[in-house]
């Protein structure tokens, strides 16, 4: 009997099954990996998108009462016209009218008034809370853009940026600056002397020597400043400054409003500080009336550290 000779692997028949099982694998992987997306499978659109940064929000939350927030003594130097009153009439006159607000955490305001003999003093307080609705602009931010509009309506120009200044050591270019020294061809040059200026053969008109210059005209000076009008104030909050307008002379007097705005941080305080003048009696002094409306306001933002 013949033996069959050795042969090392597999049977045949071991190799047709492993092969026909590999062949069914991947048609069941070909098969998945085919089918329609859009057929249950769902895509996040922001899914590993990071979220975008929330603004800070503002300093305050609420607001004081305003009509209790200037003291009486104050009132008094700027009303001088109560000092007159009854005591039950001066005591109505320094609680003030309330203005009317629907969000006293939004908006307050207050208002005091009281007459003299030759005229009548007027205060007038508003402080708002600025909120941003935008949760990429803090409400700071949102409450300087309200300051600004404020500031230009008083028509007071906003602070150019600076530009940058180039670092200490920084030379220019080779070849763009002279040598130190060098004289160029037409300075090096002069005419002898007593020679007339002036080229006739270019069209020029030769003038003789010793003939006096013409001086150019004067250019008109700026008008000069008092330190009194409307500015940027500083030591007042983040960002302040002062209005003065006095109104035309007419048959009833004359009338002089000084406001003095600031914002610490989401919060902005207006003092309006009203005088008004009657018949021949001069127009309101504008040093005083900044001043007294400069006190109230630096008293206010005091308030607003507490």
């Known amino acids: 009997m013949q033996r069959k000779r050795y042969s090392p692997g597999r049977a045949p028949g071991t ?3 492993l092969g026909a099982g590999l062949a069914v694998a991947l048609g ?10 859009s057929e249950g499978v769902t895509i996040d659109a922001k899914a590993g998108a990071a979220a975008a940064p929330v603004a800070a929000p503002g300093r305050y939350r609420t607001l004081f009462e305003p009509c209790g927030a200037v003291p009486q003594t104050t009132l008094r130097d700027l ?3 109560t ?3 009854a005591d039950a009439d001066r005591a109505k006159a320094f609680r003030g009218t309330a203005a009317v607000t629907y969000d006293t955490d939004r908006r307050v305001g207050c ?5 003299t003999d030759d005229g009548s003093h007027r205060l007038v307080l508003d402080v708002e809370r600025v909120v941003s609705y935008d949760p990429t602009v803090s409400d700071a931010a949102r409450a300087q853009e309200v300051y600004v509009r404020k500031q230009l309506a008083a028509k007071i120009p906003v602070p150019a940026t600076p530009t940058p200044t180039p670092p200490a050591g920084t030379t220019a270019p080779a070849g763009t600056t002279p040598p130190t020294g060098t004289a160029s061809p037409a300075s090096a040059t002069t005419a ?3 020679t007339p200026s002036g080229n006739p053969s270019e069209g020029g008109t030769a ?4 003939t006096p210059a013409t001086t150019p005209p004067a250019t008109p000076s700026a008008p000069a400043t008092t330190g009194l009008e409307p500015r940027l104030l500083s030591g007042l909050g983040d960002i302040a400054f002062v209005d003065d307008t006095l109104g035309p002379a007419s048959a009833n007097g004359h009338q002089r409003v000084v406001s003095v705005v600031f914002r610490t941080s989401n919060v902005i305080v207006t003092v309006e500080y009203q005088q008004r003048t009657t018949g021949s009696v001069a127009a309101p002094d504008s040093k005083e ?3 007294r409306a400069q006190n109230l306001a630096r008293l206010l933002a005091d308030r607003l550290e507490e």
Do not use: E, N
Not at 111 to 115: E, F, G, K, N, T
Not at 207 to 210: H, I, R, Y
């Open 15 to 17: 190799l047709l099954g």
């Open 28 to 37: 069941a992987l070909t098969g998945c990996s085919a089918a329609d997306p």
């Open 79 to 81: 009303l001088p016209g």
């Open 83 to 85: 000092a007159a009153l």
């Open 111 to 115: 208002a005091w008034s009281a007459d």
């Open 192 to 194: 002898p002397a007593g």
């Open 207 to 210: 003038t003789p020597a010793g």
């Open 289 to 291: 009336l900044q001043d």
